[in-house]
């Protein structure tokens, strides 16, 4: 596709009129959950096939009118990406590997047939958006400003062929941690009826659609009494492949540590790329290998499986305590979180929330 033609990637700032009065805003962000508060401003640009980029502002959060016959509403040609903007203790505020989300967005709007927006442009709308909301990160244990940026097609046009013309945006949502409590352990269930994304698929790539296709199967977790889904491979139905947002790693008996290998089928999650070399640092083995469901049921058994957690811009490193499947349930260890998957979440938090050196340079100071 088609690369962005603009050089100038700045995002001027076009103030709301109307902005939320600081006692208002300090209300809501006392218990911000997760999603629910959004900031005054959002990130704009256009895109227009043989014109490339336009018209980036930082301009005032409103909603979008589009025609019914819009492209994204019929053939979801939309993507989108998630990271966060932390609040350091000297009161700055930072990000956290930002281009690897841009490549990542990259990487999604190859598959879905869309326009490429640079790495440049992807990041100074971050920049822009969080240095112009940097009032809306909470102060509270955990808070942070969860940046959504994401491109739909806009064209008015029935027909299924990539769209002539995108909208991109990031908005911002004010949010506490994604558990209550932090890192409580989750129960999650094996998915056997239905499946993520098939290879050859768009399991790569942060597309809506996958969203979308994965709600029935997290339906059924919760009918289950299970808080998540765990996604088998399309193929064998047998290995492990990821939650419905969230990559998976296992703890072994032995210290070391596995993850299923990046395919088409598993998105290549920041945190879990960010973990195995944060565990590596610490000399830590990790394999990224296949796993399957029996497998882990059997060394569950055994104990050669101690601890599993779950890992993602949400809710960070989030530990299982127990799989239930139609073939059988089972606890992993005690239950309760286990020390390496702790240890690991509390060395991330630390360089993200500026409170540990940053060892890699994932994190850019914005003020
Ligand atoms: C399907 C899926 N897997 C994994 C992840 C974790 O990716 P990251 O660590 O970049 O947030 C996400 C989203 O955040 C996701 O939607």
Redesign the pocket.
């Known amino acids: 596709m088609a690369h962005g033609m603009n050089a100038d990637a700045s995002f001027p700032l076009r103030p709301t009129a109307s902005p939320t009065p600081a006692d208002v805003r300090a209300d809501r962000l006392a218990n911000p959950g997760f999603g629910r508060v959004f900031t005054d401003h959002m990130a704009i640009a256009h895109y227009t096939e043989g014109r490339g980029w336009h018209d980036l502002a930082i301009a005032p959060r409103q909603a979008l009118t589009v025609d019914p016959a819009c492209a994204v509403l019929h053939y979801a040609q939309e993507i989108f990406e ?2 966060k903007a932390y609040r350091t203790p000297d009161g700055g505020v930072q990000l956290f590997r930002t281009e ?2 841009a490549r ?1 967005f990259q990487k999604s709007a190859e598959r879905l047939a869309m326009p490429q927006l640079p790495v440049e442009m992807f990041v100074e709308s971050c920049r822009a958006l969080v240095l112009n909301e940097r009032d809306w990160i909470p102060e509270i244990d955990g808070g942070s400003l969860y940046l959504r940026p994401f491109m739909i097609a806009t064209e008015t046009f029935l027909g299924v062929k990539p769209s002539s013309e995108y909208i991109y945006m990031v908005i911002a949502s004010s949010v506490g941690a994604y558990f209550k409590g932090g890192a409580p352990a989750v129960s999650i269930w094996a998915s056997e009826n239905y499946t ?1 994304a098939a290879p050859g698929g768009t399991g790569a790539a ?1 597309c809506g659609g ?2 979308a296709a ?1 709600l029935i199967a997290q339906a059924e977790a919760i009918r289950q009494g299970c808080d998540q889904v765990v996604f088998l491979d399309a193929v064998e139905r047998k290995y492990i492949e ?6 998976v790693f296992f703890v072994f008996d032995d210290g070391s540590i596995a993850t299923p290998p990046l395919s088409d089928t ?9 973990l195995i070399t944060l565990a590596r640092a610490r000399g830590i083995e990790v394999r990224e290998e296949r796993y399957s469901l029996d497998q882990w049921r059997a060394d569950a058994a055994t104990g050669r499986l101690v601890e599993a957690f779950a ?4 809710a960070v490193v989030t530990p299982i305590s127990m799989v239930k499947a139609r073939s059988g349930d089972f606890q992993i260890g005690s239950g309760a979180p286990g020390q390496v998957t702790i240890a690991l979440r509390e060395a991330l938090v630390a360089i993200q929330n500026g409170r540990a050196p940053d060892p890699h340079h994932w994190v850019e100071k914005l003020a």
């Open positions: 998630g990271l690897a989300n990542r993520r942060k996958n969203y994965s990821e939650l419905g947002g969230m990559n598993i998105l290549a999650g920041i945190t879990r790329d960010s890992c993602g811009t949400a």
